[in-house]
């Protein structure tokens, strides 16, 4: 085998940065409106776990089992997005503010009362 040229290597990865380093607050309202998503699609699971698909227009099945947790994710990210949700991601982005603010502020070792 023969070495690949110089020139043809693939370039080095990038640095990633976390929203709150980068200060982008679209990025943490992303971050947070998914962080909600995700709790509401877990509370969700198991109210699909108790429906009989067998009795349902598809049928149910293996391949509409295999769908359902996609299903779930759905209907929690349009709910999370109409603002239908559990009403998490305005506090989870409130906090992800307060953490950005306590790690910019510089520590001069004073204690406050």
Avoid: C, I, K
Avoid at 34 to 60: C, K, N
Avoid at 96 to 113: F, K, L
Wanted: charged content about 15%; proline content about 8%.
């Amino acid at each position: 085998m023969t070495a690949l040229p110089a020139a043809a290597a693939a370039p080095p990865p990038r640095a990633l940065q976390a929203p709150a380093a980068a200060g982008n607050d679209a990025a943490m309202r992303r971050a947070a409106q998914a962080f909600e998503a995700q709790a509401f699609a877990m509370l969700l699971q198991p109210v699909f776990a108790t429906v009989d698909f067998s009795r349902s227009r598809y049928g149910g099945g293996a391949a509409e089992a295999q769908w359902q947790p996609m299903l779930v994710d759905a209907y929690a990210q349009a709910a999370t997005r109409a603002g239908a949700g559990l009403g998490l991601s305005d506090l989870v982005l409130r906090e992800m503010h307060r953490m950005r603010a306590a790690a910019t502020q510089p520590n001069t070792g004073e204690t406050t009362p």
